[in-house]
């Protein structure tokens, strides 16, 4: 609808900027760095088994540390750290951080700041097989990029938010080694907050730093390829932006949603993480509740955030997954543990929940309806959402506003531009966000135009805004052409041999965006498949840019193929694709084996031959992989087995045997996969050179002697007719004349 009144922002926003230079010098300063520029976060893996109690030796100063744990999910964990292996700090408990599909059996503790740990303390409850310390050097050295900015005035206003590169993050750890975005973000209409705790250590000297370990134990440790958190809150109450979701312009507030205003899905409560927004405050509040600087941001940003989408903080209704279709009646601002077997975010925060619903309430309250609000509502952002120029017919443009409003219809909008026939067909989202959409059922090339008129919408208020006409454009050219796609796996090679991995991280990127693309889209084949079927169980991501996981977690040997099929989706103008490329991978986790190698000498060999004996043996393997290499021991006079020779193809070998000593060798396998089999050994060798003169040799026949130095006994012995035998009575593997 159009309303007719109009009004000045001049006066109002001079205002709101000089209150938000003061509220700023009230946030406590940290470490900063002069530009903004990536910080490098590198870490170290330790992996062992522990009984009760062990030290880990970590080969830097780590200023965080996690660990993580295979199958005893319930067992209590608490680490110490230290500078040298007999002096530690307190023993603090390992709490667990939210587990996802994509971590298997694999339970992770929280990143907890260390002060610079050389040493760390392992302690539990019950024999673990197989623990990993992870060290992390996130330079505590350096804390922010660049100083916060100021902090709105309004309580429903958006609240200062550090950026990811404000606090350093490396964006390098979002993309595989075929340099595409691992998770690409997906983005949902936005229903409820759930509010975290990082279970980490409180009274944090660097908060920034530890939000870069956060960063690094999701993004490369977990392997998730970004942070699971939409939002991180510290102690002193800054509020930084976590989870990836799209580049923003110069001096534009990081928001986590897209142009539409629909939200980025995190990592941060299995089955909940779309359309959610997780915001985490850093430290522990088991025992202790927030600051009140940590609480009040929390305040600030709900407000902003819930009344941004319409949602009312005291109320409660069924969450709707909108892509694995699970539901659940929870509180629109909802702890961790509503939502998960889990204590997050605290025994001692989680009750005061209700305080603050209520206090996020009164404070949206505070801000809107006649008596507190005076000023019109304006866009925010008007920009199509397609790429420009496009083929498509339908074409849609997100829409955001500053604040709720009501009343938005297609009759608000003026269309216009080169390319004609085109209207606007539907209209959705609310309070502040929404989608509008135009269509055409033959247009021509041009470009399109929407105009929002002004007046067309008021907010809480009753304000009519916005006060000029706000325009958006885009290009439109036909498109016949169709869409193609480019698969790349993690990890990206043939042969699999971990029988611990249960997926295979896949990016899709098609040469332009896509409709529909789904899990049936995914053909998978192989022996593998066939024994045991592998399951693509959702894809993430949008546009032209997607993911997601070909999983198993008990997978059988053989070979595993997967594709996007021919047509199976269409670019925005219809076009179906051309298949992608075939990946084609081989599991095996079983072990090559090899019989014990075999002795003799070498036929036609003279008494200075080198390598006169040759071992011989067989190998197989079970597994679908095949044979790649042997590797050959030795042991000689009782001594240690020394490796003599490896990468060897053939399944056999010429070796030397010194008369006098004993030998020993052993032979195993290694397959295309990787996998090595057992050592076997053959029997005791020992060489031994007769000379014609022995005894032991019984001559009949006609015989004849000749003499000379060259001969290794000095003479030697020829027969000179007919029915001329020599015999030798001997117990050995092997025999062999020579000259």
Known sequence: MRPTRRRSLTMILGTSLVLASLLSAMVPAIATLAAPRPIKVVSHEATVSITHRRIVPLPFDASHVTVHWSHAHDAQVSVAFGERPNAFGEDLPVGHSESSDHDGDETFGAV????????????????IGRLTVVGIDAQADKGLVKG???????????????????????????????????????????????????????????????????????????DFGDMGYNFLIDESGRIYEGRYSR???????????????????????????????????????????????????????????????????????????????????????AGHRQVSQTACPGNTFYPTFPTLRQNVANRIAATTGPDNDTTPPAVASFEPLVPDPTGS???????????????????????????????????????????VTLNASNPSNGSLEVTLVDGAVTDLAGLPGPVDPVEASVGYAFDDDAPTVSLWQTPHKTY????DLDYVDVTAVFSEPVLGFSPSD??????????????????????????????????????????????????????????????????????????????????????????AVRLTWSGGDVGPAGLASYEVARSMDGGAFKTIASGLTAN????????????????????????????????TLKAKLIQQTKAKIVYRGTWRTAWSSAYSGGSVRYATASGAKAKLLTKARSIAFVT
Request: no cysteine.
């Open 112 to 127: 907890l700041w260390t002060g610079g740990a050389r040493f760390v303390r392992v302690t539990t409850d019950r024999p």
């Open 148 to 222: 916060p900015g100021g902090v709105a005035s309004a309580a429903t206003s958006q609240p200062n938010i550090i950026s990811r590169a404000e606090w350093g993050a490396d964006e390098s750890k979002r993309f595989d080694s075929g340099g595409n975005e691992t998770w690409p973000p997906s983005f949902s209409p936005m229903q409820k907050a759930i509010v975290h705790h990082t279970a980490g250590r409180n009274d944090d000297p660097n908060p920034a730093a530890t939000v870069r370990a956060i960063y690094h134990l999701y993004a490369v440790t977990r």
């Open 247 to 333: 580049p923003y312009a110069s001096g534009e507030e990081p928001t986590g949603e897209d142009l539409a205003g629909n939200v980025v899905r995190g990592a941060h409560a299995t089955n909940f993480n779309d359309g959610t927004v997780g915001i985490v405050l850093l430290g522990t509040f088991t025992n202790r509740l927030p600051t009140a600087a940590a609480r009040t941001s929390l305040e600030k940003f709900l407000a902003w955030k819930l009344e941004r989408h319409g949602i009312d903080p005291l109320g409660s209704s069924v969450y709707v997954n909108p892509v694995l279709g699970n539901t659940k009646n929870i509180p629109n601002i």
């Open 393 to 435: 017919h339908a074409i849609s443009f997100g829409l955001v506003f500053r604040e709720p409003v009501v009343g938005l219809e297609a009759s608000d909008f003026d269309v216009g531009g080169s390319s004609s026939g085109w209207s606007v067909d539907d209209i959705t989202g609310t309070a502040a966000s929404y989608t």
């Open 496 to 499: 699999v041999n971990n029988p």
């Open 522 to 611: 995914v053909i998978i084949g192989g022996s593998s498949h066939a024994a045991d079927p592998w399951k693509v169980p959702m894809i993430f991501g949008s546009g032209a840019s997607y993911g997601f996981s070909v999983s198993n977690n008990d997978w059988a040997n053989g070979t595993l193929t997967f594709r996007v099929a021919d047509g199976s989706v269409t670019d925005l103008a219809g076009n179906p694709v051309t298949g992608s490329n075939t990946v084609s991978m081989v599991f095996d986790a079983s072990k090559p084996t090899t019989t014990a190698p075999r002795a003799s000498l070498r036929s036609g060999v003279s008494i200075g031959t080198k390598d």
């Open 652 to 683: 056999s070998l010429n070796v030397s045997l010194k008369p006098g000593h004993k030998y020993r060798f052993e032979v195993r396998a290694r397959d295309k996969a990787g996998n090595v089999g057992a050592w076997k050994a053959g029997p």
